[in-house]
């Protein structure tokens, strides 16, 4: 329900973004489509814990840690969907959840979310969570 803020959302179409016609912000349902390897770039930019490892190139013949969390084949099979849902209650509380291909993403692994079976953290904590996360950016070098 905010109005697309060029200043922090830089690579969006600002012609549709900034008419309330083709961006209408009074929705309670939104989709986007896109190549299922974008997921991986989400994922990245959103800096989940879980998925922050050193991923190394197998030696031949070695199998591959089968701990590891992120693998491809499951994070972006074919028709692969990453979900933000938003859950207005009516305590007054926002919450959030992920879903990445119907399964949760725990969001306590954030320090910020409490760590709860269901996957929800309040929708302020995870923005505090996610504060900052443009800094990282470099953007200075991506703009022409």
């Known amino acids: 329900r905010t109005p697309w803020n060029p200043a922090t959302q830089t690579s969006e179409n600002a012609t549709l973004n900034l008419d309330a016609t083709t961006f209408p912000l009074d929705r309670r349902f939104y989709v986007d489509f896109t190549h299922d390897s974008t997921i ?50 009516a305590e007054g509380v926002e919450w959030v959840r992920f879903k990445l291909n119907d399964a949760v993403v725990p969001l306590g692994q954030y320090s910020e979310c409490e760590k709860r079976k269901d996957g929800l953290c309040s929708k302020d904590a995870l923005l505090k969570a996610l504060q900052g996360r443009n800094d990282h950016g470099w953007w200075d070098k991506c703009r022409v």
């Open 40 to 89: 991986t770039s989400v994922l990245a930019s959103l800096g989940l814990p879980d998925f922050d490892e050193r991923l190394e190139v197998p030696e031949a013949g070695r199998p591959l840690d089968a701990k590891r969390h992120f693998v491809t084949s499951k994070v972006v099979p074919f028709a692969a969907r990453f979900v933000v849902e938003v859950w207005d209650c």
